[in-house]
């Protein structure tokens, strides 16, 4: 089969590569319908984030059973499956409290001697434990299927921003980042309840779609001044809730910076900036929360799909274009150069 | 009257200052009764929290209204009152919502121009936003007088503690910090219903205290070895919720390690290590929150002290000497020293 394979900093390549195959009774395999490239593929990408070469990548897919092994019982061949971007048993103690990201047998799509998702097959571990059945009709729906992929990742991952920041009926929010995950929590905020959702962007583009998903103000400036305008926008005050979802230094220090007294960071921004833009002494005069971190999204699949089913969630408008999978490279060079937002891949 | 007044590092004394009195109608004269020396005095004594030469220094006390303001209508002169340790207007909406501590109007005891804990009488501004009235017969005892001068700072800075690293019924907590703040931390652990309280610390007389306030286990490791030992006594898992109560670099390092992945660490510690103990990446790989802060005393006393009254919690065993006010600096030099863990000021 065919499959994205990362050699190093700027070189993804789409190479030949084993068959995926059930190897354990609790396998299964998927054939890919659509994939796409996170923002956090990037890291990588740029060589800020180690991969060994030749290792696969790509973490976000949903397509069809092609096989399972003989202990899987939850999907069966034929079925239209999304997967959230890591797996997990679904029987751990941490599992079942909803934080599967913490599973011991868990494991990252692209690890070394897995699959990743940008490619034709994938080898699920753990298939019961991962896999959520998507309804069958919606593989003739396009713009459905494009909203469900958003599931793998990052709107599982904008919702866990907008729980972790505590986002509340009334709150006043406010999203650093404008990327698809900073998108999407605009998406969450909403959902929530929020009041008033402030996002900070400055790719009209990228703002058009936070304001079609709820954001009643936007901020294009940065740093201090980007403090200063969402004080003026607050009374002074500042956000209840703060969704940070860039993942630098600068993007943690405005989010703390912008949180209210007594409010929360939400943070899902991959950090790699260390803990230099976490201003602990802010934090403590003022009681501002940090929480966050890697969303656990198969705990969250099954309330936001019955939402995006139900129509009254669309996360589709954050792909902005589409390649074939010979076109993941030219994917990756548009969206390192902010050309492309989010970059779908279909087969 | 007489008061203490720090003049630099290693260098409080006890000497004559203005009497307090009443400058705007909202202000109340409070004789002090009963005073103490915090840990937090010491990051001053030590010269690691700057102060103006001659500042006054202390921020817990109760004592009897002696003066009140015209406009003051919650206590009358001749009432036994609590003070927290910062007053607050009680009228904002950060009062309202329980936050106190971020009133625009408030202000921490010894601050430059206000007078400190640590005196005969003290100034109290919007004395009907700030102080607490206890009942009358307390006066007359010494151990419940004792207990009731902890809601000023310790006993509500280790609730605000709990509260904040999600203590619940059944949970698994860790407190790092075996001074009062972390006793204390123990106590309102326990009274919120936590199974099993692992204390960090190893002076034996204080986590004697810990056993009696609660704590199931003691670790007297410190570092790594204080990390393993935890991890041991939790299956490998850590704790569900972890107070941090000292406010190194150190022990913000600890905590975070000891913390359960989708824990919260609960830092009321006063920073003075920077950021540096905080482990970003490690927060985000297991989803431990950080939060706490400045209490908010004047929130939980009404709560607080419900309880302590009714002798369901005793936080006077965290007090371990007293002096009268001449005896003052001596007691800065046993906590500095780490003989005494409290000293209590009587007048």
Known sequence: MRATVIHGPNDVRVEEVPDAAVR???????????????????????????????????????????????????????????????????????????????????????????????????????????????????AGDERLLTALLALSDVLATGHHAALAARVRPGATVAVVGDGAVGLCGVLAAKRLGAERIIALGRHTARTDIARSFGATDVVAERGEAAIAAVRELTRGHGAHAVLEAVGTEDSMRTAISIARDGGAVGYVGVPHGGSAGVDIGQMFNRNVALAGGVAPARAYIPELLADVLAGTIDPSPVFDRSVTLDGVPDGYRAMDERTALKVRITF
Chains 1, 2 share one sequence.
């Open 24 to 138: 354990t009774p609790t396998d299964a395999v998927v054939r890919v319908v659509l994939a796409c490239i996170c923002g956090s593929d990037l890291w990588a990408y740029r060589g800020v984030a180690q991969r060994q070469p030749g290792q696969r990548i790509g973490h976000e897919f949903l397509g069809v059973v092609e096989a399972v092994g003989a202990e899987v019982g939850s999907v069966r061949v034929g079925d239209l499956v999304v997967a959230p971007f890591v797996w997990s048993d679904g029987t751990c103690d941490f599992c079942r409290e909803g934080l599967h990201t913490s599973c011991p047998d868990g494991g990252f799509w692209g690890s070394v001697g897995s699959d990743g998702g940008q490619g034709e097959a994938v080898r699920v571990p753990y298939a019961d434990g991962t896999l959520v059945r998507l309804p069958a009709e919606a």
